[in-house]
């Protein structure tokens, strides 16, 4: 069985880019809900959303921060990440700029954690001999790596 972890990102710009890491199978990550499903557990309140997030983070072996254009910043990635240190959870962050979502990659975006900390975060872009983004080779290497990647998260003493 892949390792379980919980997977922290910015669902409306990234939704596409997030299926595709998913689809690589390396790893479990919690059940991924569509915007009616999120919508459900946002109207019941904030409690709600920690309650939903406490019950998938719980028995991972790594949180990993899927760090899109507007990652860094959101309320719910950062509280994520706030809650995986606090709970000693290995922590990490993977750019995922460079896969293609509808044809089209991305900027990439702020590194979301405290630069003191030293969290990781890897990166798979890969450019072709023009300086472009190639989002074929990038998810190629994001396969080739995400798993060893997972494992490298840093806690909190």
Not at 138 to 151: I, M, Q, R
Request: overall charge positive; cysteine-free.
């Amino acid at each position: 069985m892949a390792k379980s972890v919980f997977y922290s990102f910015h669902y409306e710009r990234d939704v596409n880019r997030i299926q595709l890491v998913r689809q690589i199978n390396a790893l479990e990550g919690q059940p991924l809900l569509n915007g009616q499903e999120w919508e459900q557990v946002r109207r019941k309140g904030t409690q709600a959303i920690k309650d939903w997030i406490q019950k998938e983070m719980l028995y991972k072996a790594a949180v990993i921060v899927l760090i899109g254009r507007e990652t860094a910043g959101r309320e719910w990635v950062n509280y994520e990440i706030d809650k995986a240190w606090a709970d000693k959870r290995p922590l990490l962050g993977i750019r995922i700029h460079g896969l293609s979502s509808f044809g089209v990659t991305d900027a990439p975006g702020a590194n979301p954690f405290n630069p003191s900390v030293g969290i990781p975060v890897f990166d798979p872009t890969v450019k072709d001999w023009r300086g472009s983004v190639d989002s074929k080779a990038t998810y190629a290497n994001l396969v080739a790596n995400l798993e060893s990647w997972s494992t490298q998260g840093v806690t909190r003493n």
